[in-house]
């Protein structure tokens, strides 16, 4: 099948910067739109920002200005690059992909999430 596997969550002080990876693999076809979703403690998971197999991008409000979502189309690896970290950001977030496998047939797919801490 298909696996999602996220890479560079950690912790981080406020103001700082994290790079996350989501490299896709297995028996894929196609990707079409990737995704970063994001949960914190105690409340349900939210979009932080998508990008589609085009190129174009969206983001939550929060997001705007301080988050870049990317894509390697070759490495079938999604990023977002985070800058001006907030408390508030804590979260684990979460990798998405919307992957039509060699079968022909369209799943989404999730990662298995990595954590992001801000705190001084």
């Known amino acids: 099948q298909v696996q999602l596997v996220e890479s560079g969550g950690g912790l981080v002080q406020p103001g700082g910067s994290l790079r996350l990876s989501c490299a896709a693999s297995?028996?894929?076809?196609?990707?079409?739109?990737m995704g970063w979703y994001r949960q914190a403690p105690g409340k349900q998971r939210e979009l932080v920002a998508t990008?589609?197999?085009?190129?174009?991008?969206n983001y939550e409000d929060s997001a705007k200005g301080r988050f870049i979502i990317s894509r390697d189309y070759a490495k079938n690896t999604v990023y977002l690059q985070m800058n001006s970290l907030k408390p508030e950001d804590t979260a684990v977030y979460y990798c998405?992909?919307?992957?039509?496998?060699?079968?022909?047939?369209?799943?989404?797919?999730w990662g298995q999430g990595t954590q992001v801490t801000v705190s001084s």
């Open positions: 297995g028996s894929i076809f196609n990707i079409y739109a």
């Open positions: 990008i589609t197999s085009g190129g174009s991008t």
């Open positions: 998405n992909g919307r992957i039509q496998i060699i079968t022909g047939l369209e799943y989404d797919y």
